[in-house]
DNA sequence: AATAAATGTACAATATATTGAACGTTAAGC
DNA sequence: GCTTAACGTTCAATATATTGTACATTTATT
């Protein structure tokens, strides 16, 4: 019944940093933070949380409030999201389609 | 009381890409969906949701994720992370605490 | 080709995020 | 220094994500 999740240090790091970045990308332009939820399609309590570097918030919402404040996911452009796009679909159709576990890794035991 | 939210394109194709982030990673590591989900503390179907793209998913989940199979958020690791977060905290005492929404843009009509 | 495991996907039950309201606090601009 | 709007934060109600199960499909290996 409890979830209750654990976070690693650098999930943690990023969540922080990701907020942070989107609270500087709005008051850089001067947005308030009921603006920027109005234009998000989300309350300014979610927008609070997100700023905060809360793990909860889904990450379709927070994604599209850096989008909305200038923050750019993966620090690429639109054009550059596509190509990269495109080329891990390559990627995916050379890596095997299920995975069977008696892989014991690259780096074997000796 | 339904909530219906719409994505840009940018976030839409951020979110797929990191989903194919994800997949490769764990593909690489040889690692099946099943054992990825239980390392991470969540179900296969959420697992099955993030490799999708799906923007519903929580946000730390997603990093916790990615972190999992060595995709890098930002691009950097946990020092140059750490580094970032800090600055950015710098940044923050340097900007308004609070927006006064009468600032008409730096590019002001002139 | 046979086979067993991984994956894709749907679904009802349940845990949790989201929301709007509320209210005290802070700070921008006069 | 006043004023008042923005911000921080809490909370109950509600919408939605998560989960476990289940089953069909695909696929790696013998």
Known sequence: MARKRSYSRVTRQALSILGKLIRVGRT??????????DR?????????????????????????????????LFQV?????QMHNARLDEKLTLLPQSVRPARREVDDEF
């Open 77 to 81: 452009d639109d054009r550059t999201l």
């Open 28 to 37: 850089e332009r001067g947005m308030t933070a009921q603006e920027l939820a």
């Open 40 to 72: 998000a399609g989300i309350s300014r309590t979610t927008l609070y949380n997100i700023e905060k570097g809360a793990p909860g918030p889904e990450v379709g919402v927070v994604f599209e409030v850096a989008t909305l404040v200038g923050v750019r």
